[in-house]
């Protein structure tokens, strides 16, 4: 756009949040584009057009978004920002297109939240990203990104090849790859249609927030955004007025060490990396009896650290991290 109007084209820019997968830092690294991170909050994990408007100008050649954090499992206000780019479009004459990072969420809001438009109801959003192996059903592999019209993917990113007997055309940036995980999604697809995709999701909502019943029975864990529309996942932390001898990186070290359970812990980005994280993600096979497991297993280990103590700082020394680790 920039290059037919005879305006520089070395500068460009995305913006997105710190709610992001990695991915798009990769991204931006990877091809010189400039990443406008929008910082978050210690009391707010997501992002919204207020937080947007400040970092889009003419060099912005898009904002992402995000259904579905991998933190909290929340959604950006994607409405809220397609209508801050309509406004800006209106004003500015800048078209700036928003592209929906639906990994996640792309599978469970369609079933459990269909009335919020986040999609191609949204005029900005150009296209959409989601994965098969998260919440589609599918072993790891697999991925789609859904273009809103054909004009949307740029014809210079299009490569044609007729040695295989016919002319094809290629847009990926990786190569030779099994079919095995397109077969599996088209499965599930024909398999569960619309109704059973809802059943599922609806089975492992009812889960998740039968697991954060629990855990704040059990306290004292204060559970983030449990009444917003959310990916079937439990995140906590302990209460901030709470004076314990341990913290969340000992509850999951505890909980793997006693009952060899994967309990991630984690700070949150920038400028909210003072809050740890507890994130239980409920899935299919999470069944509502180990559910109850998982937030008894976690009550035992709470117990066993109030009476032993975290880590100590030595300890914590020892743990190896980064590249290779």
């Given at each position: 756009r920039r290059e037919a109007a005879g305006k520089p084209t070395d500068k460009p820019n995305l913006v997105f949040g710190g709610d992001v997968h990695v991915v798009w830092e990769k991204f931006c690294r990877y091809f010189d584009v400039e990443p406008r991170i929008v910082p978050l909050q210690p009391d707010k994990f997501t992002i919204g057009p207020e937080d947007v408007e400040p970092h889009v100008d003419e060099n912005t050649i898009g904002v992402a978004a995000v259904l579905g954090t991998t933190f909290t499992g929340h959604a950006d206000d994607i409405g809220g920002i397609n209508d801050?780019?309509?406004?800006?479009k209106e004003q500015k004459g800048l078209n700036v297109p928003l592209h929906v990072d639906a990994a996640s969420g792309g599978f469970v809001w369609p079933f459990l939240y269909p009335d919020r438009a986040w999609d191609f109801r949204l005029?900005?959003?150009r296209s959409i990203n989601v994965s098969g192996h998260k919440f589609g059903m599918v072993y790891p592999g697999i991925g789609w990104l859904v273009f809103r019209e054909k004009a949307d993917l740029a014809e210079d990113l299009v490569f044609y090849e007729n040695y295989l007997g016919k002319t094809d055309a290629t847009f990926t940036l990786n190569f030779s790859t099994g079919a095995a995980m397109v077969l599996a999604q088209y499965y599930t697809l024909i398999r569960f249609g619309h109704d059973g995709y809802r059943l599922v999701m609806e089975v492992m909502k009812r889960n998740s927030s039968f697991l954060a019943d629990r855990l704040q029975a059990i306290g004292p864990f204060e559970i983030v955004g449990g009444d917003a529309e959310q990916l079937p996942l439990v995140a906590f932390h302990l209460d901030d007025g709470a004076d314990l001898p341990?913290?969340?990186?000992?509850?999951?070290?505890?909980?793997a060490a006693e009952r060899g359970w994967m309990l991630p812990a984690y700070t949150m980005p920038p400028n909210a990396e003072d809050v740890k994280m507890l994130r239980a993600l409920v899935?299919?096979?999470?069944?509502?009896?180990?559910?109850?497991?998982?937030?008894?297993?976690?009550?035992?280990?709470?117990?066993?650290?109030?009476?032993?103590?975290?880590a100590s700082k030595h300890e914590r020394a020892k743990v190896k991290s980064g590249v290779g680790y």
């Open positions: 801050l780019l309509l406004r800006i005029e900005q959003v341990y913290d969340e990186f000992d509850i999951a070290w505890q909980v899935k299919l096979n999470l069944t509502r009896a180990l559910v109850g497991t998982l937030a008894d297993d976690i009550a035992a280990a709470c117990e066993t650290l109030a009476k032993k103590g975290g």
